[in-house]
């Protein structure tokens, strides 16, 4: 090139990202996010400071941290609290072993395997609701599913009560979450079960390791980054679940699924102290957020 051409180069025109337009293209989009997402957010934190009750809506004085220390005082909120737990390391305990053992079986060649990847993915695409209808369903005690089989086989001599039993509520309904959760949770352990260099596993065998032992010291520390992804996603899923709880139980049988989400329903739109609500809302946001960042640095240390 010549130096007249170079000259000529360096004097045309040249395309810069241009900020301002760019923000202004997404002007109209930050303003609905604003609307519908950030406006919600900090109006309900501004509510859980004032006694808002639409009993008598006219009247709403404000009380501080109040409806926090109400909470924290309450024995039904500790109860709630301890039966979330419960729910939530049964469900993510399931979820593990059962997507680990899918994902060990999907990794593996053989015949018909395209199919049963194909079925898997049913749970995951059914919707809650429907998904909380079909278990209602399965369970129900005059003509549900469960019942037919095991009277069929001779299992059980009567139809029985499944989620009238408070003893089972809670793990019946832990099944129908993880039955729902299971397939999302295989999928990612199935993508770190792909990443594993396959020469790991032929210089194991080398060495004469069986295949417990090239299970124990290469599948499983490979897996810590998708185990990771699971264990924080499906806890901060059990933590929040709502929509079980109300299609199968309401809360009972005598309070047996009434869990922290139930709690912060029934505050807010059964007894109408949004205020209250508001408050219950905020701290289980808040020990969501805490507990999944002690997992990621608790887990990550580990990576």
Same mark, same amino acid.
């Given at each position: 090139?010549?130096? +007249?051409?170079?000259?000529?180069?360096?004097?045309?025109?040249?395309?810069? =990202?241009?900020?301002?337009?760019?923000?202004?293209?997404?002007? #109209?989009?930050?303003?609905?996010?604003?609307?519908?997402?950030?406006?919600?957010?900090?109006?309900?934190?501004?509510?859980?400071?004032?006694?808002?009750?639409?009993?008598?809506?006219?009247?709403?004085?404000?009380?501080?941290?109040?409806?926090?220390?109400?909470?924290?005082?309450?024995?039904?909120?500790?109860?709630?609290?301890?039966?979330?737990?419960?729910?939530? +390391?049964?469900?993510?305990?399931?979820?593990?072993?059962?997507?680990?053992?899918?994902?060990?079986?999907?990794?593996?060649?053989?015949?018909?395997?395209?199919?049963?990847?194909?079925?898997?993915?049913? #749970?995951?695409?059914?919707?809650?609701?429907?998904?909380?209808?079909?278990?209602?369903?399965?369970?129900?005690?005059?003509?549900?599913?469960?019942?037919?089989?095991?009277?069929?086989?001779?299992?059980?001599?009567?139809?029985?009560? &499944?989620?009238?039993?408070?003893?089972?509520?809670? &793990?019946?309904?832990?099944?129908?979450?993880? &039955?729902?959760?299971?397939?999302?949770?295989?999928?990612?352990?199935?993508?770190? %079960?792909?990443?594993?260099?396959?020469?790991? =596993?032929?210089?194991?065998?080398?060495?004469?390791?069986?295949?417990?032992?090239?299970?124990?010291?290469?599948? +499983?520390?490979?897996?810590?980054?998708?185990?990771?992804?699971?264990?924080?996603?499906?806890?901060?899923?059990?933590?929040?679940?709502?929509?079980?709880?109300?299609?199968?139980?309401?809360?009972? #049988?005598?309070?047996?699924?009434?869990? %922290?989400? &139930?709690?912060?329903?029934?505050?807010?739109?059964?007894?109408?102290?949004?205020?209250?609500?508001?408050?219950?809302?905020?701290?289980?946001?808040?020990?969501?957020?805490?507990?999944?960042?002690?997992?990621?640095?608790?887990?990550?240390?580990?990576?």
């Amino acid at each position: 090139m010549t130096a +007249l051409a170079l000259r000529r180069a360096s004097r045309a025109p040249v395309n810069r =990202y241009d900020q301002a337009a760019a923000l202004w293209l997404l002007a #109209p989009m930050l303003a609905v996010l604003a609307v519908v997402a950030v406006f919600p957010v900090l109006y309900s934190l501004w509510v859980s400071f004032f006694d808002l009750r639409l009993t008598r809506p006219h009247r709403v004085p404000f009380v501080g941290f109040d409806n926090y220390v109400d909470v924290f005082q309450d024995e039904l909120f500790w109860q709630s609290v301890w039966r979330t737990t419960s729910f939530t +390391l049964i469900c993510v305990v399931a979820i593990m072993l059962i997507a680990l053992a899918m994902a060990l079986l999907l990794n593996e060649e053989f015949r018909g395997r395209r199919f049963l990847s194909a079925m898997l993915l049913v #749970p995951w695409a059914i919707p809650y609701v429907a998904n909380g209808l079909m278990w209602k369903w399965i369970y129900d005690s005059g003509y549900g599913a469960l019942n037919g089989i095991l009277f069929q086989l001779d299992f059980i001599d009567k139809y029985m009560v &499944w989620l009238g039993d408070s003893k089972k509520t809670l &793990w019946l309904i832990a099944n129908a979450f993880v &039955w729902k959760e299971v397939p999302l949770a295989t999928i990612l352990v199935l993508v770190g %079960l792909k990443s594993i260099p396959a020469d790991l =596993y032929s210089a194991a065998r080398v060495d004469g390791a069986n295949t417990w032992a090239r299970f124990i010291h290469i599948t +499983l520390p490979s897996l810590r980054p998708s185990f990771m992804l699971v264990v924080i996603y499906e806890t901060m899923m059990a933590i929040r679940h709502f929509d079980l709880f109300f299609i199968l139980t309401e809360g009972g #049988p005598a309070e047996a699924s009434h869990v %922290l989400a &139930w709690h912060v329903y029934v505050e807010t739109f059964r007894k109408l102290s949004f205020g209250t609500g508001s408050a219950l809302a905020y701290i289980m946001a808040i020990v969501t957020f805490v507990l999944a960042f002690w997992l990621i640095r608790a887990l990550g240390k580990k990576l």
